[in-house]
């Protein structure tokens, strides 16, 4: 029996990569060896999965967004359009950092705001919220919400907007 997934014909999926039934993927993506992704997930146009990337159930990418190796994002998280990742604290184009990647945990029921960028190394709380545009540097705490850049904490996730 053949899987229920959508793979838009402009995509690439190399070899050995996991794909959770009932997910979408849309155009021009690529989707790099050994990466899981999970059930019910949908990646919009354009967005690069790495090497080794572990993407929970339900998840939601919006359009022109990479997620590098290193970066594991549990279930339930939406990432909105243009969110950066990073993957290396001190990058230098004369100096080889392959194989040196800071993990970079995205907590369940997460919401990345637009524009939002990401300093590896950082850890965010289960139904955190990063406002559009912000600059995380530090870890955030479950249910708590950022924003600013550098992103500061500025309260609390009601938590009837959790399942």
Not at 25 to 42: D, E, P, R
Not at 111 to 129: Q, R
Not at 151 to 162: D, Q, S, W
């Amino acid at each position: 029996m053949k899987k229920k997934i959508f793979v838009h014909e402009t995509s690439i999926i190399d070899k050995n990569v996991k794909i959770g039934e009932k997910t979408k993927i849309w155009h021009w993506c690529h989707i790099s060896k050994n990466a899981v992704l999970g059930k019910n997930c949908t990646l919009g146009q354009n967005v690069f999965i790495g090497e080794n990337v572990k993407i929970g159930n339900n998840v939601k990418i919006q359009n022109n967004v990479s997620v590098y190796e290193g970066i594991i994002i549990k279930d339930d998280v939406f990432i909105g359009p243009s969110v950066v990742f990073t993957n290396i604290k001190k990058p230098r184009s004369f100096i080889s950092q392959k194989k040196k990647y800071v993990k970079t945990i995205i907590g369940k029921g997460s919401t990345l705001g637009a524009n939002s960028t990401l300093i590896c190394g950082v850890k965010l709380g289960k139904y955190s919220l990063v406002g559009a545009g912000s600059v995380v540097t530090k870890n955030i705490k479950n249910y708590h919400k950022v924003f600013g850049n550098p992103a500061k904490e500025k309260g609390v996730v009601k938590k009837n907007l959790v399942k």
